[in-house]
Nanobody
Framework: QVQLVESGGGLVQAGGSLRLSCAAS?????????????VAWFRQAPVKVRGFVAG????????SNSNSVEDRFTISSDVAKNTSYLRMDDVRPQDTAEYYC??????????????????WGQGAQVAVSS
């Protein structure tokens, strides 16, 4: 299995930047299969459903962003460190949420939908002040 731990959350002013990290560990990360995992970031605000933010296929570097973040956010992956990142630029108050890292080997499409992911981190809180 794969364990995921997020870090880097906090309070940031609107228009500022923040970088979240997602460190992967466990037996599976030392296998060739992990190079083919898709890692994604989701977020969930109070009384809202968990929604897709960005995803990256580790083997090809292919990425996808949600329309809500467009090119303000950038997802990347350091294969050697088994760590993925979400760079958040020009943040807005509506970006305030709990951010979750997730991983899956095979999804049912691109990007994989939320139900496809079988590994989740504990979440990192991001608060954007206006």
């Amino acid at each position: 299995q794969v364990q995921l731990v997020e870090s880097g959350g906090g309070l940031v002013q609107a228009g500022g930047s923040l970088r979240l990290s997602c460190a992967a560990s466990g037996r599976a990360v030392n296998t060739d299969a992990f190079t083919r995992y898709t890692v994604a970031w989701f977020r969930q605000a109070p009384v809202k459903v968990r929604g897709f933010v960005a995803g990256i296929r580790r083997s090809t570097g292919r990425t996808s962003n949600s329309n809500s973040v467009e090119d303000r956010f950038t997802i990347s992956s350091d294969v050697a460190k088994n760590t993925s990142y979400l760079r958040m630029d020009d943040v807005r108050p509506q970006d305030t949420a709990e951010y979750y890292c997730a991983a899956v080997l095979y999804g049912r499409g691109w990007p994989p939908i939320v139900d496809d992911y079988d590994c989740w981190g504990q979440g990192a809180q991001v608060a954007v002040s206006s």
